[in-house]
């Protein structure tokens, strides 16, 4: 049998991110026999190690922002003249991504993939519209395109949309299936009695994650609830202002910051409901996950429809009403439910890891 195919994925970084989780997810349950991943990043990743473990290579540039636009561009068609041999790659940047794909055609790879992982931009005005422009290159470089979520694909590749390919961002259900015991010990490493009514969070600290309005709802509930803890995971570059303001709300005995983590699956099981109040989305691991975990979610209805499982837990809610928030929280807190769910939904929308994983090397093998 010959050599895998080696599919260079491009991104910032391999960090905990919605993108980089799913990747690595796919990374694990893809048969690296036929196919092998190796990612173009700018900067080091947690993943990195487990990545050089499973077999891949991790390359590094330096970003857009260090270098500035000519350098960057230079640099990545520095990278490919010299790394000619990828027949494939798959970009995550989005519309960053019309740079990569440009610099990757200029220097002959045949399979040149864009994949959208969210609905919108972050940045100034001057940002966005730099963005902008660099997105309009992607259909124009672009060989094949790839979507979280159908909202995701409309965003990123405008007319094209219809040709691309919806990868399910699947997760390893097993992992996250509740269980009494690992709650109950869970919560005794972070310090949570059994009564403790619990909320969580997984995101970074940006402006899209919304934080300022997570903590408002938090305040607000825990006024009539003293009993009740908010877990933050994650990292970024807002979470100094949102320590602050949990400090200035006087809650901050209340707020648990817990930083990047890599259990993940313990922790839902530590929780009793999900916020996730984001401005926009393509379409969240994170949720999904959640949803796995059987634990009601709370989620503004800026996020795609396609991420309700059809389990039962997921409320979309305006982000224009915090007081329908508290309502529905404390009307979903004072039903009973048992965290035994049967988990078919998940699978049969596609969100079993395995089945995504097949999905892309079925792909790559045919491409």
Known sequence: MGSPIRVLHVVVNMNRGGAETLLMNLYRNIDRTKIQFDFLTCKEGVFDGEILELGGKVYRIPYITDVGHFKYRKTLEEFFNYHSGYKIVHSHLDKMSGLVLKAAKKSGIAVRISHSHNTSSEGSMAVKLYKWYIGQLINSHATNYFACSQVAGEWLFKGR??????????????????????????????????????????????????????????????????????????????????????????????????????????????????????????????LIEAQGAGLPCFISDQISKEVDMGMNLVQFLPLNNKSLWIERIKKRLSISDSREFNFEPLKQKGYNIKDSASQLEKFYLSV
Not at 165 to 170: C, F, H, R, V, W
Not at 220 to 232: A, G, R
Request: hydrophobic content about 40%; aromatic content about 8%; overall charge negative.
């Open 161 to 286: 949309s219809t040709s691309a390919s919806i990868l399910k961002n699947g997760i390893d259900i097993d992992h996250f299936k509740y269980s009494p015991q690992t709650r109950r010990e869970i919560r005794e490493e972070l310090q949570l009695s059994e009564h403790d009514i619990v909320f969580g969070h997984v995101g970074r600290f940006a402006h899209q994650k919304n934080h300022q309005f997570l903590i408002d709802i938090f305040a607000e509930f825990s006024k009539c609830e003293k009993d009740s803890i908010l877990l933050l995971v994650g990292d970024g570059p807002l979470r100094e202002e949102i320590e602050k303001k949990a400090f200035d709300l006087k809650i901050h005995n209340k707020v648990k910051f817990l930083g990047v983590r890599s259990d993940i699956p313990r922790i839902l099981q530590a929780l009793d409901l999900f916020l996730f109040p984001s401005l926009h989305e393509g379409l969240p691991v994170s």
